[in-house]
């Protein structure tokens, strides 16, 4: 069966045949206990805030290829099913004003796979549906949510799923040159929505293209179509660098400069919450955030991806194992010994399992084990 993400790099690299493998997930999972967080639901793919005190996220069911959306009040811990979908799910987001989750689904045939759009209205619960002619992510939600940006035989379109009407954003003429015709063309349009960058490539290699007025300006070093967000008008965050060795870029429109914010990782997996210009990312697996106005980084020693902040910035949802967690910014400042303890026994075990041949399934294991020894030094220290 297809599904939207097989996220446990542990079980791909560690034999679970002394149960260390078992003993290395209850850790983890163990921060989550240390922070006193709210585990809000199992089988999770995806998740957003919608407001203050409402969020959405989407359960998984693999067996029957079916997925289901519920919002939860956090109050509360109050959870109600709101659709259903079948599919498997690449890409989920859900609007900044709350009146929307957009969806990537791929359908399995006998011998092809198939695209769809689905819109979710979250203000009266319909779906909108958009056919897709691609497997892959074909469209970027506009930066305050009410519409996506495709690209058509004509160009980048934008397309408002409230009445289905679209109009021509940049013509076909304006950049097709500059972009390989074999590959899909994404639009991330500015806040202001007068500076647009496309993005143009696959296999961790793109080219962007920021076009500004009627001035145009390659960007280099883009290695994710989706890993792409405007902070502000002027500077965007991408992931940039090459497999195994990814970092978070913040690149400046106005000065036409890039800027490197993190250590290289396995992956980066940005996520950005535009209520206070929080990036959140991976460092080899341990959530890391960079303070875009403050100009900060700080990694604590819990893993777990997607993460995303709250309107108000004291709270913040992560994904880790397909759990989905809620917790406290605050939890992660008052139990920074705690959390520390729990990560020396986790490097503890790291090292045990690095130190047998017997725990290493494949060739590519001992760098695994390595990299996750360095990060755990490092936030045990």
């Not at 967080?37 to 919608?50: K, R």
């Not at 960079?290 to 700080?298: G, Q, V």
């Amino acid at each position: 069966m297809l599904s939207a993400r097989d996220i446990n790099l542990d079980a791909i690299y560690i034999n679970n045949s002394q149960g260390l493998l078992s003993r290395l997930m209850s850790l983890k999972h163990n921060a989550y206990q240390i922070l006193r967080s709210t585990p809000v639901d199992d089988n999770v793919i995806f998740s957003g805030w919608v407001s203050g005190n409402r969020l959405v996220y989407v359960k998984e069911y693999r067996a029957s290829g079916n997925n289901e959306v519920f919002e939860y009040y956090p109050a509360s811990r109050k959870r109600n099913k709101i659709a259903s979908v079948k599919g498997a799910i690449i890409f989920a987001k859900s609007s900044l004003n709350g009146h929307y989750l957009y969806l990537k689904l791929i359908h399995e045939n006998k011998s092809s796979l198939s695209g769809e759009i689905v819109i979710v209205n979250l203000r009266d619960i319909k779906i909108v549906r958009k056919t897709s002619n691609s497997a892959l992510l074909d469209f970027t939600v506009a930066y305050y949510g009410d519409s996506i940006f495709y690209e058509s035989s004509l160009g980048i379109m934008e397309f408002y799923p409230d009445d289905s009407s679209e109009r021509l954003v940049v013509p076909l003429e304006r950049y097709r040159q500059l972009m390989s015709r074999n590959n899909i063309t994404l639009a991330y349009v500015s806040p202001l929505r007068n500076r647009i960058l496309l993005v143009n490539g696959g296999g961790g290699s793109y080219t962007g293209l920021l076009l500004d007025g009627l001035s145009q300006k390659i960007v280099e070093g883009v290695s994710s179509a989706s890993e792409i967000s405007w902070l502000d008008n002027k500077r965007i965050v991408f992931r940039s660098g090459t497999l195994a060795r990814y970092t978070v870029v913040e690149y400046d429109s106005d000065l036409q400069k890039p800027s490197q914010k993190s250590a290289p990782s396995l992956n980066t997996n940005i996520a950005f919450s535009p209520f206070d210009c929080y990036v959140a990312y991976n460092l080899d697996g341990i959530i890391s955030f960079y303070f875009s106005r403050y100009d900060d980084t700080k990694s604590f020693s819990i893993e777990g991806e997607d993460v995303f902040f709250s309107p108000d910035g004291h709270q913040f949802l992560s994904l880790f194992q397909k759990r989905l967690y809620l917790s406290r910014y605050s939890a992660l400042q008052e139990s920074q010994i705690e959390l520390k303890r729990n990560s020396a026994e986790i490097l503890s075990l790291y090292r045990r399992i690095g130190n047998s041949e017997g725990n290493l399934l494949n060739d590519y294991s001992d760098e695994y084990i390595k990299r996750k020894i360095l990060i755990y030094e490092m936030v045990t220290r």
